[in-house]
């Protein structure tokens, strides 16, 4: 009778220790997400003059090479709409068309370290994009974005591609709280990491205009 009673009760210690860890856990994602939307949106800007990527200046190449670099701006942005609305199958075509747009920028009359730069970057691009293009889920296309960004945003400050307001947007808790960053043609942050998960979490972190 006694050892009935013994584990009757440690039963009920069991239960009840796994409903307050379980309470516990609903609690800390809750924290969590409720310090993810307080975080800084897209209401401030950076700092004039800011720079989070530091690239060469080679803002003098000849007008096709800038058009060919814009025309990859033009399907990222896409792209990451398409990521925003959490839409793979869209971001997978956007992902080829990124790819194809890399292959067309010609480096032949690009000479020395230009070249060096733009191939480097160009190698970059294609090789995110082209890893999107292959997924079919979010969760690895998102992984891939953050180079992606980087590369396509240095080439067009690099060689002055730009033909809008680019900002350089950051959110602090993509790719497991290491922090990732994006590109987009709107001040307004819109989380292509989350999605409607997260929209509005991020941060304006360098504005870059057409020169």
Known sequence: MK??????????????????NKQEATTAETDNMEHHEGMAHGDEMPAENKVVVETPDYTSVAAPVKEQIAAIVENYLKLKDNLV??????AQTDAKAIVAAAEKVDVAGLEGEQK????????????????IAAATGLEAQRSELELLSEAT????????????????????????????????????IRNPY??????????????????
């Open 153 to 188: 945003f240095a080439l067009t400050k690099a060689f002055g591609a730009a033909t809008q307001t680019l900002y350089y947007q950051h959110c602090p808790m993509a790719n497991n709280d290491q922090g990732a960053y994006w590109l987009s043609s709107n001040e307004e």
């Open 3 to 20: 050892k009935t009673f013994v584990a009757t009760a440690l039963a009920a210690f069991v239960l009840t220790s796994c409903s307050e």
């Open 85 to 90: 609305a959490s839409d793979a199958a869209k």
């Open 116 to 131: 060096t730069f733009a191939e480097e970057k160009l190698g970059e691009v294609k090789q995110a994009a082209s890893k």
């Open 194 to 211: 989350f999605g409607e998960q997260m929209l509005k979490c991020g941060s304006n972190e360098e504005v870059y205009s057409k020169k």
